[in-house]
């Protein structure tokens, strides 16, 4: 069986290292016409959404739901559709860790390994995966990038290069000869900085995304000498996620002259209120590197991984030194502020908090301007998306509509909270940023309902209420929900380099 198995890899890659990219910036995309539309070899290109990444990892059971593997196995096509299955603990974006579990309410990792690649469980497939979905990759990278080099080993998984001829993911797509190719990427390109606090310097420039998604699309609509269907979805906002949305609204607090301000919370996430004459409120405002109090644009999200280091090491929340100059801003009088702050540090103290008066720091926070920039930046690329696709006749699933609705209303009954708040119908999964089951099952649909506007196209929905309750075995509606110093981290670490 092993001889029959190398003969069948080298005839392919025989036939593989033949195919060469054409001129990249080759304007014209070429696609079928919307009546022509076939589905005998459907092919994903795309990133941690394509690849069933959840809980801050990828691992088999996960992948058996990602929406490329739902919409297979609603066409009938289970069988014969391959992905780079990934045995347990998984593989997360934390060298020598697995995904994350949900147990008693916290969130903790599934366990460790120590050679990524020994957990391959289809390693020799002889021809490209029907997913080639790669986490933490960028636009740029579905034609640029044909290993790992670069630090990120999903790719070294995924494409399996040299074996493959070191080809990328759109020329890999190439040599299964498919008749459709779903095409989503971009995220990355965004995402990255809203997970490590807005740095600008992470968000790919407009310009450089529409020249990339140009080139991406004249190569890919090449295939079968233009004879190749093309579908695609926009990007979803990268700040209508729980991990950057968790706390928002929940412990903020107005002050006069600074407007709202995040403030110290208990473990139930409400503000407490350290005034206990009854005659007034006292809030006290966590420390920030950025915000209205440092001189800067006000912090409007800050970032899930925070949660951690709030509980354990008392990240944000103000000492004595700290709370001195803030009761005299407030009108306290001097010679009395320093022993009200003394008291308020033992009344936190009481309360189990550490008052340690380190500032939470930038890459956990997201100001005002920094949400202004992140979400003018998803405009714009959805923007080029929509140009290039009305352009080519291509059509594309409005993600970004759908992830505003879940948010504000739910879809099929679902929510866009974070686990801790609606652990039985959330839609996300534990890192907060990618969906989960119920999520993915939802993002499916979307896809077959656009491909079922083509005519002779019939693929039925996903139940997407099978997927309820995910969770909830590892929560009660009593019990404290709690994210550990250990998953902090991982989630700190949701990208590869």
């Not at 390693?123 to 640029?144: H, Q, T, V």
């Not at 490590?196 to 998604?213: E, R, Y």
């Not at 920039?373 to 699933?397: E, M």
Request: net charge negative.
């Amino acid at each position: 069986m092993k001889k029959i198995l190398v003969l069948l890899l080298l005839s392919v890659l025989a036939v593989f290292t033949a195919c060469t990219l054409s001129d990249p910036t080759q304007p014209e995309i070429k696609t079928i016409k919307p009546g022509e539309l076939a589905l005998n070899k459907v092919v994903f290109i795309g990133n941690s959404l394509t690849a069933g990444f959840q809980s801050a990892g990828v691992v088999q059971d996960f992948q058996m739901n990602s929406f490329p593997y739902l919409i297979a196995k609603q066409m009938g096509k289970e069988e014969y559709f391959e992905q780079p299955l990934i045995a347990d603990p998984g593989i997360s974006s934390t060298p020598g860790v697995g995904v994350l579990d949900f147990v008693n309410g916290s969130l903790v990792p599934r366990g460790t390994y120590t050679d990524p690649t020994a957990l391959l469980l289809n390693a020799l497939l002889p021809r490209p995966y029907d997913n080639l979905g790669i986490p933490g990759a960028e636009l740029g990278d579905a034609l640029n990038t044909v290993d790992g080099s670069g630090g990120n080993p999903f790719f070294d998984i995924v494409l399996r290069n040299p074996n493959f001829g070191m080809m990328n993911q759109v020329q890999q797509a190439a040599a299964l000869n498919p008749t459709l190719v779903v095409l989503w990427l971009g995220n990355n390109d965004v995402l990255g900085s809203a997970t490590s606090g807005g740095d600008p310097s992470l968000i790919t420039p407009v310009d450089t995304f529409q020249a990339q998604l140009a080139a991406t699309l004249a190569e890919i609509g090449k295939i079968r000498d233009g004879k190749v269907g093309i579908l695609m979805a926009n990007i979803p906002n990268v700040t209508d996620i729980p991990f950057v949305n968790l706390l928002d609204g929940m412990i903020y607090k107005t002050f006069p002259g600074l407007g709202d301000l995040p403030v110290v919370f208990d473990a139930t996430f409400q503000p407490v209120d350290f005034d206990t004459s009854a005659a007034g409120e006292l809030y006290l405002p966590l420390l920030t590197e950025e915000g209205v109090m440092s001189g800067g644009s006000p912090v409007k999200h800050i970032n899930l991984p925070f949660l951690s280091e709030y509980s354990a090491n008392g990240l944000g929340v103000p000492d004595s030194a700290a709370l001195v100059p803030l009761l005299i801003g407030f009108g306290v009088d001097p010679a009395i502020a320093p022993f009200q702050a003394q008291a308020l540090v033992q009344g936190m103290m009481a309360a189990g908090l550490t008052p340690s008066g380190v500032p939470i720091p930038g890459t956990l926070t997201i100001t005002e301007e920094e949400e202004a920039a992140l979400v003018a930046a998803v405009n714009a690329y959805n923007g080029v998306l929509n140009g290039v696709a009305g352009a080519a006749g291509i059509p594309i699933i409005d993600v970004n509509a759908v992830l505003a609705q879940l948010n504000a209303s739910g879809v099929d009954g679902y929510s866009g909270k974070y686990v801790f708040f609606d652990p039985a119908n959330t839609a996300f999964s534990l890192d907060g940023v990618h969906p989960n089951n119920a999520g993915y099952a939802i993002i499916a649909n979307l896809f077959i309902q656009v491909l079922n506007q083509f005519p002779d196209v019939n693929i039925p929905l996903v139940d997407t209420e099978q997927f309820r309750g995910q969770y909830v075995s590892g929560s009660s509606k009593t019990q404290k929900f709690k994210l550990t110093p250990e998953a902090g981290q991982m989630l700190q670490r949701l990208f590869p380099n």
